[in-house]
């Protein structure tokens, strides 16, 4: 609001007071980005559009078609991974590795990805929490076997930045992407993209442009973070992102992370199959490499159809579909079902949503054995 009412300048452009102040704000926005994710420079993150945008700089800057640059993903990637890559093949001579995951909690094996790195692999990149299933994927081990390859790793921290807490120097991530919309609570139309110091000269730009620095040259600067800046940004939504950030810290994303896990392990206690007659949670059983993001499938019922029933007659959102994932759906054999319906669990959610959700749940549940039986 005071972005808009009393400021509404373009950052680092105009050397006015707002046009300072617009560039205070995104700095500091920066710095609580970089200090939550425990980054080595709050410059080395840079603000896109969104969580795809932040993966197609990301990928496209690492892989360049007409060679034989290598990329390595797993089948619980999202679409913004899977399809950057896909275009970037078709454009020819760029090859990838996408290695199945478990069918039941889609975990990866850290060492199959081992085994696809070659000589010419120029990318690992791993989804942190899938949006399917809320599997969270064995990062310290895939970053381990990155660094010691000397291959970029790349983690899309979409479901989880803003959940649960990440330090990508102990992770050994190389790149982390996100939008700012989800875990972090700005505003639609924010991402952002962290580069560790180092890592920016080994990634090319996809655009170029204004940066308001160095204007006496026609060429991009290599300086951080306006490299991969061109244009003028989405300060507005920036300066949302930034309040959302402090709130964030002003919570502890430890203390967010523990209230999840609660909420988490609540659910998981009254998802109870003989009160749900023909309901499957889909991915992790238990606590163990899960976040708050759970699918589930009811017998008989239409994903689409299950998540109507939840809005018109219990007010509960939900998503329902193929979640943009869909070699995750293959992995659990739910694209024969036409998906998932999709629960997922933030900081602003309390056991009694769970109780409400169950309850509505296992009213649905035996409802439709009640009258399948009957048929
Ligand atoms: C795991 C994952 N990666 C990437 C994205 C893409 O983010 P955005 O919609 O901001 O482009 C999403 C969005 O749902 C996601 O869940």
Known sequence: MRFATELDASPGRGGYAEAREAGRILHECRERINRLINGEAPEHVIFTLNGSDSLNVAIKGLISPGTRDHAVTTWMAHNSVLRPLNALAERGDTEQTRIPCDPKTGLVDPQEIARAITPHTRLVAITHGSNVAGTLMPLREVGMICRERDVPFLVDAAQTAGHVPIDVQELNIDILCCPGHKGLMGPL??????????????????????????SESDIQPSNMPDKFEAGSHNAIGIAGLNAAVAWIFERGVDHIWEHEQEIMNHMLQRLDEDEMPGLRLIGPPDFQNRCGVFSIVIDGIEPNELSAILEDEYGLLTRAGFHCAPLAHRTFGTDRLGGTTRISFGAFNTETDVDALCDALQEICQEYAATSTSR
């Open 189 to 214: 139309g924010t991402g952002c993209l962290y580069i560790r110091p180092g890592m920016e000269d080994r990634v090319r730009t996809m655009r170029e442009g204004g940066t308001g620095s160095l």
